[in-house]
C-alpha cells in the first residue's frame, strides 16, 4: 500500500513480513531440521540428556523394517476416508453452490458450526452411536447385515468412518469454492446442445470443478494420514495408524531417534505422493 | 402429504441429498446435546441415556480439573488468537500490496503449515524444545508458541482473499477528495478488511480450541480442554463435557449469525441511503 510505504519507507514490505516470516522460520522451519537431526542421533540418549548426533542412518531402517505395517493402514484408511468424503462432500458442496438459492449462506454457516464443538468431544459421542448395545448394531443385527457377534466399534469401519465424518468439512469448503465459481448459464448452453444432466456434470461440472476435488482432497487426505485420535477413540490395537505409533515413541517409550525418523519417513511419503497427485490432476500452479 | 414430499424430493434431488449429508454432519452434535442432560449418577455405565436432569448445566465445574482445563484452553486461545491475527494480518497486506523479493519464497513457507499433518509438526517442535534444553519446561509457553506457529497460516489465508476482493481504487478515490494516507486506511481499507480480520481471529481461536495433537506433544504436565477430555475418555467422559461442547456450539453460532444479520443490516441501509 503506497500509504504505508512512505511510513516505513522502501522496506514497508519486509516489515509487514518480517514477524510472520520470523516466527515461521523459528518455530516451523528450524523444527524441521531438528526433526532429521534428532532422526540422525544415538537412541542410547535420553530426553533428559540429550541425544548424541551420529549420523545414524540404521534409524530409518529399523523404524520401516518395524512399523511399517502402520504407514500401510494410514494411508488406506485416509485414502478410503477422502474418497467417501469427496462423494458425500461433492453431494453437499453442489448442492449449496446450485440449489440452495437464498439458503446459500445459511447452509454454508451449517457446515461450519459442528466444528465449534470440540471435535474430540464430537468423535467420542460416535462411540456412542457405533456401541455394541447401541441402536445402530441391534437393528443392523435384527435385519441380518450384521451378524449375532457383528460390532461397528474397534473395528476398521469405525476408523475409517470417524475419518470420513471428521474431514468432510475441509472437503466441502473447497470443493463449493470452486462450484461456485461456474456460470450457471455454461450447463444451460450444453442443455440447449442436447446434453443429457449425466453429460452437462461429466463434461462441464467435473472438469471445471478439478480445483476443488484436488484442493479438498490435499486438505482431507494429509492430515487424514497423520490423525490417531479416531484410531484410537473408535478403533482397536489392530487399527492403529501411525500416528498412535509415532505419539507413542515420542511420550511413553522416549525413543525420541526412531520416533523422529518415522515421522521424516511419513512426511517425504505425503510430499511424494501430494507431488504426483497434483501433477497428474494437471492443476501445478496450486502449489 | 407423503405423495407431496415425495414428489418434492423427485424434483430437488440434488437439494435433497444435500440436507441429508449436512443432517449426517449434526448427528454427534445431537448426541451431545442430549448428553448433556443425562444423569449419570445412577449408574456407571456412561454410554447410555439414562434419566433428564438439569443438573450437569447448573453444576458444570463439578469434574475435578475440568474448568481449570478450560481456563487454560481460553487463556490460549486468545493469547494465540491476538498474536497470530497482527502477524498473519500484516503479512496478508504485504503479501496483496506488495511486489518484493522472496515473495514467492514467503507464500510457500505460508503454505507448508497447512500441508504437513500435525503429528509432524508435533513432534518437529518437541524435538527442537528438547534439543534447545527447554524439555524440562514443556507447557503453557511452548503450546502458546506452537498454537501461534499454526493460526498465522490460516490468518494470512482468510485476510488475504478479503483483501485480493477489494478494489484498490477506494483508496485512491478517498485520497483524491483530500484525505490523507491514513485517513485513507482507517477510514476505508481497514473498515472493508475488519470482516476477514474478524472470521481469520475466529477461526484462529476454535483451531486453538480444539487442537489435540500438538498440544499433546509439547505442554509437559498442563492440561488443556481437549487433554483434559481425552484423558477422562478412559474411565468415562463426565456428562459435563458435553454442557462445554453445546455451549461452545451456540456461542460459536451465536456469533457468527450475529455477524451475517448485522452485515444485511448494513448493506441495507447502504442500500437506503442511496
Known amino acids: 500500500m503506497e500509504s504505508l510505504q512512505r511510513v516505513f519507507g522502501r522496506n514497508a514490505a519486509y516489515w509487514l513480513i518480517g514477524p510472520a516470516a520470523l516466527w515461521l522460520a523459528v518455530f516451523f522451519l528450524f523444527p524441521m531440521l531438528s526433526l532429521l537431526t534428532t532422526s540422525l542421533s544415538d537412541p542410547a540418549g535420553s530426553p ?47 448442492a449449496i453452490a446450485f440449489k440452495a438459492g437464498r439458503w446459500k449462506t445459511v447452509m454454508l454457516v451449517l457446515v461450519v458450526a459442528p466444528f465449534f464443538t470440540s471435535f474430540l468431544v464430537r468423535t467420542l459421542s460416535w462411540k456412542l452411536i457405533l456401541a455394541d448395545n447401541g441402536w445402530v448394531v441391534n437393528t443392523l443385527q435384527a435385519v441380518h447385515i450384521l451378524g449375532p457377534e457383528g460390532r461397528l466399534l474397534a473395528t476398521p469401519f469405525a476408523v475409517i468412518m470417524g475419518l470420513t465424518y471428521n474431514f468432510l468439512p475441509f472437503m466441502i ?35 471445471l470443478s478439478i480445483p476443488g476435488v484436488v484442493g479438498g482432497t490435499l486438505l482431507t487426505f494429509i492430515p487424514a494420514t497423520g ?45 511424494a505422493m501430494v507431488l504426483f497427485y497434483v501433477r497428474r490432476a494437471g492443476t501445478e500452479e496450486l502449489l | 402429504m407423503i405423495t ?38 445412577q449408574s456407571r455405565n ?43 494480518t500484516l503479512a496478508a497486506f504485504a503479501l496483496v500490496r506488495h511486489r518484493f ?29 528438547v534439543a534447545a534444553g527447554f524439555g524440562g519446561q514443556l507447557g503453557f509457553w511452548t503450546v502458546l508458541i506452537a498454537h501461534i506457529m499454526f ?11 478479503r483483501l485480493a476482493g477489494l478494489d484498490s481504487n477506494l483508496e485512491k478515490a478517498a485520497m483524491d477528495l483530500y484525505a490523507n494516507e491514513w485517513q485513507a486506511f482507517w477510514k476505508i481499507t481497514f473498515p472493508l478488511v475488519f470482516p476477514g480480520i ?77
Open chain 2, 151 to 161: 493460526c498465522i497460516s490460516f490468518v494470512v489465508v482468510t485476510v488475504r482473499s
Open chain 1, 173 to 207: 469448503l473447497p470443493l463449493y469454492t470452486s462450484l461456485e465459481k461456474i456460470d450457471p448459464r455454461l450447463t444451460e448452453a450444453a442443455a440447449d446442445l442436447y446434453a443429457s444432466p449425466f453429460q452437462r456434470f461429466s463434461k462441464v461440472v467435473w472438469p
Open chain 1, 227 to 271: 490423525d490417531y485420535i479416531n484410531a484410537s477413540l473408535l478403533g482397536s490395537p489392530n487399527t492403529q495408524m501411525v500416528g498412535n505409533k509415532i505419539q507413542q515413541l515420542f511420550t511413553t517409550a522416549s525413543d525420541y531417534p526412531h520416533a523422529a525418523a518415522l515421522s521424516v519417513i511419513l512426511m517425504v511419503l505425503i510430499v
Open chain 2, 46 to 88: 456412561l454410554y447410555q441415556f439414562q434419566a433428564f436432569t438439569w443438573d450437569n448445566w447448573l453444576n458444570p465445574c463439578e469434574p475435578q480439573g475440568m474448568c481449570e482445563s478450560l481456563r487454560v484452553s481460553i487463556s490460549i486461545g486468545l493469547l494465540a488468537t491476538l498474536v497470530s491475527t497482527i502477524i498473519g
Open chain 2, 198 to 274: 474478524l472470521s481469520a481471529a475466529l477461526l484462529a481461536f476454535s483451531l486453538s480450541f480444539d487442537d489435540f495433537i500438538i498440544t499433546n506433544l509439547n505442554s509437559g504436565t498442563t492440561v488443556t480442554f481437549p487433554m483434559f477430555v481425552w484423558g477422562s475418555a478412559q474411565r468415562g467422559v463426565p456428562m459435563q463435557v458435553n454442557v462445554i461442547g453445546t455451549l461452545m456450539f451456540l456461542i460459536a453460532l451465536t456469533v457468527v449469525i450475529g455477524g451475517e444479520v448485522a452485515s444485511r443490516r448494513r448493506a441495507k441501509g447502504k442500500a437506503a441511503a442511496l
Open chain 2, 4 to 41: 407431496r414430499l415425495g414428489r418434492w424430493i423427485g424434483k430437488h434431488l440434488p437439494l435433497t441429498l444435500g440436507i441429508l449429508v449436512l443432517l449426517y454432519m449434526y448427528i454427534p452434535n445431537f448426541i451431545v446435546a442430549l448428553m448433556s442432560f443425562n444423569d449419570s449418577s
Open chain 2, 101 to 129: 523479493e522472496g515473495r514467492s519464497t514467503m507464500n510457500l513457507v505460508l503454505f507448508l503449515p497447512m500441508a504437513t499433518p500435525e503429528i509432524v509438526m508435533g513432534s518437529s517442535l518437541l524435538a527442537l524444545f
Open chain 1, 48 to 94: 533428559i540428556y540429550g541425544y548424541d548426533m551420529t549420523w545414524r542412518l540404521q534409524n530409518y531402517g529399523e523404524a520401516l523394517g518395524e512399523y511399517w505395517p502402520y504407514l500401510i493402514r494410514s494411508l488406506m484408511y485416509a485414502g478410503i476416508a477422502t474418497l467417501l468424503c469427496l462423494v458425500l462432500g461433492y453431494v453437499l458442496a453442489y
